[in-house]
């Protein structure tokens, strides 16, 4: 069992950067790959990026990459996303997820959510 619990999310204008983090509970999260994921207003929950459980590899979306930077701490039990050069259209719920499956973009592949935070890009 692992409980995620997001924080960082606020209000930026565009071009700004947040960073996001994820905690995890539990003593196995450094055997999970770990994903964010984020919904907008009106939209479909959509991939944004995933790190491996040793941060050998990191995979992002088109979206994402180039400007949002994933890594972990697995000492911590937390997962980070640097968000830079933000975009209203950037705006969303941004969710951290916890997998064992390496099918890393597809969300219905996660077994543990957190409950989101809010992101909001001012233009």
């Known amino acids: 069992q692992v409980q995620l619990v997001e924080s960082g999310g606020g209000l930026v204008q565009a071009g700004g950067s947040l960073r996001l983090s994820c905690a995890a509970s539990g003593r196995t999260f450094s055997s999970y790959i770990m994903g964010w994921f984020r919904q907008g207003p009106g939209k479909e929950r959509e991939f944004v990026a995933a790190?491996?459980?040793?941060?050998?590899?990191?995979y992002y979306a088109d979206s994402a990459r180039g400007r949002f930077t994933i890594s972990r701490d697995n000492a911590k039990n937390t997962v980070y996303l640097q968000m830079n050069g933000l975009k209203p259209e950037d705006t969303a719920v941004y969710s951290c997820?916890?997998?064992?499956?390496?099918?890393?973009?597809?969300?219905?592949?996660?077994?543990?959510w957190g409950q989101g935070t809010q992101v909001t890009v001012s233009s």
């Open positions: 790190i491996s459980s040793r941060s050998i590899m990191t």
């Open positions: 997820a916890a997998t064992q499956s390496h099918y890393y973009s597809d969300y219905n592949l996660y077994h543990y």
